[in-house]
C-alpha cells in the first residue's frame, strides 16, 4: 500500500470595481465600491448585463486560502499597507 499525503495551497483573486446603475432613478444616482471574488464577465452577467450596469474594474489582488466557511476576503496589498505603516 502507498500513500502520499500532499499539502494544497489554495489561491483565489479578488476584485475591487466601482460600480454604477444605468437606471435613471432618483435614489439610486450614486456609485459604490464592490469587493468580489467574481471576474469582471462573471460579475456583471451575474447582475444584470450592461444594459443594467456600469461596472470599472478598479484593482485585483491574489490571496492565499479560500473562501469557504464565511471567511472574509483577504486585504489588498494597499490596505496591508497603510495599516502597517507608523503613525
Not at 500513500?3 to 450614486?30: F, G, H, M, T
Request: glycine fraction near 6%.
Amino acid at each position: 500500500m502507498f500513500i502520499v499525503l500532499s499539502s494544497a495551497n489554495a489561491e483565489y483573486r479578488v476584485y475591487q470595481y466601482y460600480v454604477k446603475s444605468r437606471y435613471q432613478k432618483p435614489d439610486d444616482q450614486k456609485g459604490y465600491l464592490v469587493t468580489s471574488t467574481l471576474d469582471p464577465v462573471s460579475y456583471l452577467a451575474y447582475h444584470g448585463g450592461h444594459e443594467s450596469l456600469k461596472v470599472d474594474l478598479l484593482r485585483s489582488w491574489s490571496c492565499k486560502g479560500h473562501t469557504g466557511e464565511g471567511k472574509p476576503l483577504c486585504l489588498s496589498p494597499l490596505e496591508k499597507a497603510m495599516e502597517e505603516a507608523p503613525e
